[in-house]
């Protein structure tokens, strides 16, 4: 974390769980960087990891996290009822709610989140594309949502702070 305050146990979970699915802050903020970088001349990884450092203290991206994630390792586990068991294990194509979940943390920052969202959901670069991989066994239909969005969230924010718009 980017200082020493005091982290409760819904952000202390939230931060936990993404790290033991396999995502760092710095996967983030390297789709961050994927975003921005043509905007911003002199974009630096820092500034990167700042604004996702940022996005995870808002306690409805935190609720998202612990939300999304819990789905995804119940699936994994096969421990939900049918259907749901089979559309979350397999990323159902029509299963949108993942997507509604994702729109929760995207909205935190304004619109502009929404075309970054939707741009890296389609691209899949980076910590994306391994997360979308179904060949691992793990269920990540939930994560792969969760993380774009919060790359989403984070570009919105470095955005509006670099023209002056937001001071957060």
């Given at each position: ?57 808002k ?24 259907p ?68 989403a ?16």
């Amino acid at each position: 974390m980017a200082d020493n305050k005091k982290v409760d146990l819904t952000e202390e979970t939230a931060r936990r769980w993404l790290k033991e699915r396999g995502v760092q802050i710095k996967d983030i903020a390297e789709l961050v960087y994927y975003l921005q970088k043509k905007y911003h001349e002199n974009l630096k990884m820092e500034d990167c990891i700042e604004n996702v450092e940022r996005v995870l203290t808002k306690r409805e991206v935190q609720n998202a996290i612990i939300t999304g994630i819990q789905l995804d390792m119940l699936a994994e586990k096969g421990m939900l009822e049918e259907p749901l068991q089979t559309i979350i294990e397999t990323d159902e194509s029509l299963y949108g709610v993942n997507e509604i979940l994702a729109f929760s943390i995207v909205n935190v920052y304004g619109s502009i989140g929404f075309t970054n969202y939707g741009y890296i959901d389609k691209q899949k670069p980076g910590i994306l594309a391994h997360l979308n991989d179904k060949s691992t066994g793990e269920v990540h239909t939930f994560l792969d949502d969760i993380v774009g969005a919060i790359a989403a969230a984070a570009s919105s924010r470095l955005a509006h702070r670099a023209a002056g718009i937001d001071k957060d």
